[in-house]
T-cell receptor
Framework: EAAVTQSPRNKVTVTGGNVTLSCRQTNSHNYMYWYRQDTGHGLRLIHYSYGAGNLQIGDVPDGYKATRTTQEDFFLLLELASPSQTSLYFC??????????FGPGTRLTVL | GEQVEQRPPHLSVREGDSAVITCTYTDPNSYYFFWYKQEPGASLQLLMKVFSSTEINEGQGFTVLLNKKDKRLSLNLTAAHPGDSAAYFCAVRPSSSFSKLVFGQGTSLSVVP
């Protein structure tokens, strides 16, 4: 069973705050993804990565940075959080040719 | 790029009835499709993956149909039960990027006893 974990599970910050969301997968998967989920929009891709040190821009990257430090760890950074970034964030991993496996999600609230 | 439209956004059916969720996509060269289920407060779990070479796929209590001519993907839950109450998302792997998925907007299904 593919395993993807995320931390924290819940986070509250203020406008202008600095937030880091963490994702770890122990599946030896090459690909990792960050999505945000908002009602009426489904899941939208923020950033993704092919492997350690690699970063690819997704479909809604504005206001977000990401870094893949190892094959296992993928971080999403919000350096100046805004209320529009209040959302449910999912991390996922995938090996080549396979489906994506999702983490449990992080609920972020920006006041 | 690929766009995916999912309907309906909300669906309520009685236990034992069928429920149909439909996605239309724009890229005629898309060839890999997915349905995910998200139970309340939980993450997404894969329900089924479909290759474009197969038009009908059957799972436990549901059928997935792919109409490539109309660029339409549907999920048909037969004899729905309360445990099927969840959000369902279709996803399409576009031909322009084999690394990405484009998701539909989601359907919130409620099965009433």
């Amino acid at each position: 069973e593919a395993a993807v974990t995320q931390s924290p599970r819940n986070k509250v910050t203020v406008t202008g705050g600095n937030v880091t969301l963490s994702c770890r997968q122990t599946n030896s998967h090459n690909y990792m993804y960050w999505y945000r989920q908002d009602t009426g929009h489904g899941l939208r891709l923020i950033h993704y990565s092919y492997g350690a040190g690699n970063l690819q821009i997704g479909d809604v990257p504005d206001g977000y940075k990401a870094t893949r430090t190892t094959q296992e760890d993928f971080f999403l950074l919000l350096e100046l959080a805004s209320p529009s970034q209040t959302s449910l964030y999912f991390c996922a991993s995938r090996k080549r040719g396979d489906e994506q496996y999702f983490g449990p999600g992080t609920r972020l609230t920006v006041l | 790029g690929e766009q995916v439209e999912q309907r309906p956004p909300h669906l309520s059916v009685r236990e034992g009835d069928s429920a149909v969720i439909t996605c239309t996509y724009t890229d005629p060269n898309s060839y890999y499709f997915f349905w995910y289920k998200q139970e309340p407060g939980a993450s997404l779990q894969l329900l089924m993956k479909v290759f474009s070479s197969t038009e009908i796929n059957e799972g436990q209590g549901f059928t997935v149909l792919l109409n490539k001519k109309d660029k339409r993907l549907s999920l048909n839950l037969t004899a729905a039960h309360p445990g099927d109450s969840a959000a369902y998302f279709c996803a399409v792997r576009p031909s322009s990027s084999f690394s990405k998925l484009v998701f539909g907007q989601g359907t919130s299904l409620s099965v009433v006893p």
